[in-house]
């Protein structure tokens, strides 16, 4: 497809006008965006034809009731493309005095040329330089989006034509930036469009922005994107005075020796296709206290952050396991040598404490509270679940709390009141996705993916490399990595798995593709100095992302 003038035009207009509908994520106003594309289906002449091609799929059971806009072009054969984007932005907070001006773009230069908040010198010579446009969601990623919907205007009308080959749908997802509903959902809708009009799903193509690779100016393609999990520790220690410290067992303790080993661990820095995950770090640690006394904690907690690669899902739990093993074991020989000092200092013999270290999976308590209370605790599990999945939907409670009030709950039902260490999964979790994961079915998407990046470099001059996503992104809900056990794993130790969070695994197995991203070149993603690069945004992508439908669909 020829990038004119008029095209370019035209996605320079849709991002400011799609930048200025604020849709901050995980809140209500994520809606605004359905407004956005209701209006920008009826402009086109095909939808206005064909209204049951374009619509919103409502997401079952959101609480905030947000929806998929998804519009599809049909052509001669089932070959389809799909793209996909986000249309929530992180919030505006970062801008503070000039948050209002946030999501317009032109007005949010001017203030920053005025000088009205101090910039960073590489930010400050983008800014004179007038060769970005600034603004919350500018790349992340209102301007891929509209990229997108530039273009399927066009091919709308060589459908209306008749002369479109294949099938190009669009959608677009909310919620991406918290936990993904709209990915989580996609396949879904995705599913049901396939049975409905005999699609065969090529290609999931994204368009989040990229940043160059550190040092130089290579651009990136992405071939996958990183799988993510989170693990949860609950350690239940025993009561005391604080002026009886050996009497009881403090939870701190034994979550600090856990932090301590599990931190940023080497073991768990995992590599694939020439692209590493960073280490793993705790996101959260709290003790169960809400007021001050001079008792020790009845239970402490924390939740970690673990990026990987190729590593399964049980083989990631298998390490943290241990060396949560290893920390109850430590934590109960730092005590009891102090112990042995206290006890020697008041010349006094030393004595063994009573403490074992017992460290046990969700799955594993959960089936201990099935022995010890049986029916009595399912029934009041269930009703507990429920009540928990009021207050999240309600945003009374965070999914962080609603764990452990499961994990808090079961443990009522279990006789056993010895200090223990809970380790529970919680949302969400992105599967890894890679195109080298898949054998066959890949090869299209691999080639054309080759033919993308010397494209590139003969037209642009563009040297780009092949890399993952490694901040997560919704392609990790299209596409199913054949060789995994990870769902049953997920299944049965994520906590709130299918009350509150789900993924639907059998769908995704069905629509499974392989998945690219190519987007424009963005800078400071999240932060008051985002912007994106005018010239990949209305020339450089639009036509790689035109190349690429077309060497799939042609
Ligand atoms: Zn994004």
Not at 16 to 30: H, K, M, W
Not at 330 to 338: F, M
Not at 352 to 358: D, R, Y
Not at 410 to 420: F, I, Y
Request: glycine content about 8%; proline content about 4%.
């Amino acid at each position: 497809m020829m990038i004119d003038e008029a095209l370019k035009e035209r996605i320079e207009k849709l991002t400011l006008d799609f930048v200025g509908v604020y849709t901050s994520t995980g809140t209500a106003r994520e809606r605004r965006a359905e407004g956005f594309y209701r209006s920008w289906f009826g402009s086109m002449g095909y939808f206005k034809k064909r209204a049951e091609l374009a619509g919103l799929y409502e997401i079952p059971g959101d609480h905030l009731n947000r929806s998929i806009p998804w519009c599809l072009l049909k052509g001669a054969g089932s070959a389809t493309v799909v793209l996909l984007h986000h249309y929530d932005v992180v919030d505006t907070d970062d801008y503070k005095s000039l948050q209002d001006l946030a999501t317009e773009p032109g007005e949010l230069m001017s203030a920053l040329r005025e000088g009205r908040v101090e910039l960073d010198e590489e930010s400050a010579h983008d800014l004179k330089s007038g060769k970005w446009i600034f603004g919350r969601g500018t790349a992340d990623m209102k301007g891929g989006a509209c990229i997108q919907m530039a273009l399927l205007e066009r091919y709308a009308e060589i459908a209306e034509s008749g002369a479109l080959q294949g099938n190009i749908l669009l959608i677009g997802l909310p919620d991406e930036e918290n936990i993904s509903a709209g990915g989580r959902a996609a396949p879904r809708l995705l599913k049901r469009l396939k049975d409905e009009h005999g699609l065969h799903y090529e290609l999931a193509l994204n368009a989040e922005p990229n940043d160059r690779v550190t040092g130089t100016s290579r651009p990136e393609i992405f071939v996958g994107s990183i799988g993510k999990i989170m693990p949860l520790f609950y350690a239940r220690g025993k009561l005391s005075h604080a002026g009886m410290v050996y009497d009881g067992l403090n939870p701190i303790k034994i979550m600090s020796k856990i932090v301590e080993k599990l931190d940023v661990i080497a073991d768990l820095i995992d590599s694939a296709d020439g692209v590493v995950s960073p280490a793993p770090t705790f996101l959260y640690l709290k003790d169960a206290k809400n007021i001050y006394d001079v008792s020790l904690p009845i239970s402490a907690s924390g939740y970690m952050n673990v990026m990987f690669l190729k590593k399964s899902v049980g083989e990631i739990m298998g390490i943290v396991t241990e060396k949560c093993a290893e920390a109850f074991e430590e934590a109960i020989a730092d005590v009891q040598r102090s112990f042995d000092s206290y006890v020697k200092a008041g010349g006094g013999e030393p004595r063994a404490l009573p403490w074992k270290a017992n460290v046990k999976l969700y799955s594993e308590l959960h089936a201990e509270a099935k022995r010890d209370s049986g029916e009595e605790f399912e029934r009041s599990l269930a009703a507990a679940t429920l009540d928990i999945g009021e207050k999240v939907a309600s945003g009374k409670m965070s999914l962080v709390e609603a764990s452990h009030a499961v994990i808090e709950h079961t443990l009522l039902h279990v006789r056993d009141a010895s200090p223990v260490v809970v380790i529970a999964l919680v949302p969400p979790y992105y599967p890894v996705v890679a195109n080298s994961m898949l054998s066959q079915s890949a090869e299209h998407a691999n080639r054309a993916c080759d033919e993308i990046i010397a494209r590139a470099k003969s037209e642009f001059g563009d040297d780009y490399v092949k890399y993952y996503l490694v901040g997560m992104s919704d392609l990790s809900y299209f596409m199913k990595n054949p060789a995994t056990g990870d769902d049953e794993y997920i299944k049965n130790n994520m906590l709130l798995w299918g009350d509150i969070y789900d993924i639907p695994f059998d769908e995704l197995r069905d629509i499974s593709m392989p998945v690219l991203n190519i987007g424009p070149w963005g800078k400071d993603i999240h932060e008051h100095t985002e912007r994106v690069f005018r010239e990949d945004l209305v020339n450089r992508t639009p036509y790689l992302t035109a190349f690429a439908i077309e060497k799939i669909l042609f």
